[in-house]
């Protein structure tokens, strides 16, 4: 079992960055993929960002790319999310992912552990 754990959460003006950081621990695995969604109230989970786990492939869904940048630090076994130019569109509860053994996806139902989600709120 891979427990994920999201910090860094909170309430930001538009147009500021914040910093999220997803911790797995447990079972860990050195091939794989490890991602964030996001869902806003009344809305389905969303993809955001992913890696692979040696880090050098990333995928980015159009609404972010450009803003946002996900990396991994594999000797803590630990994904980043670093938000910039966030808008009032992007406030959702943040969700890290983690898929053992394939390449990176966008697919929420391809992703086998998730963490308890971290509130990101931008005010205008």
């Known amino acids: 079992q891979v427990q994920l754990v999201e910090s860094g959460g909170g309430l930001v003006q538009a147009g500021g960055s914040l910093r999220l950081s997803c911790a797995a621990s447990?079972?860990?695995?050195?091939?794989?993929?490890m991602g964030w969604f996001r869902q806003a109230p009344g809305k389905e989970r969303e993809f955001v960002a992913a890696?692979?786990?040696?880090?050098?492939?990333?995928l980015y869904a159009d609404s972010v790319k450009g803003r946002f940048t996900i990396s991994s630090d594999n000797a803590k076994n630990t994904v980043y999310l670093q938000m910039n130019s966030l808008k009032p569109e992007d406030t959702a509860v943040y969700y890290c992912?983690?898929?053992?053994?394939?390449?990176?996806?966008?697919?929420?139902?391809?992703?086998?552990?998730w963490g308890q989600g971290t509130q990101i709120t931008v005010s205008s």
């Open positions: 447990g079972r860990t695995f050195s091939r794989g993929a």
């Open positions: 890696i692979n786990w040696s880090g050098d492939n990333t």
């Open positions: 992912a983690a898929r053992r053994y394939r390449p990176i996806s966008a697919y929420r139902n391809e992703y086998d552990y």
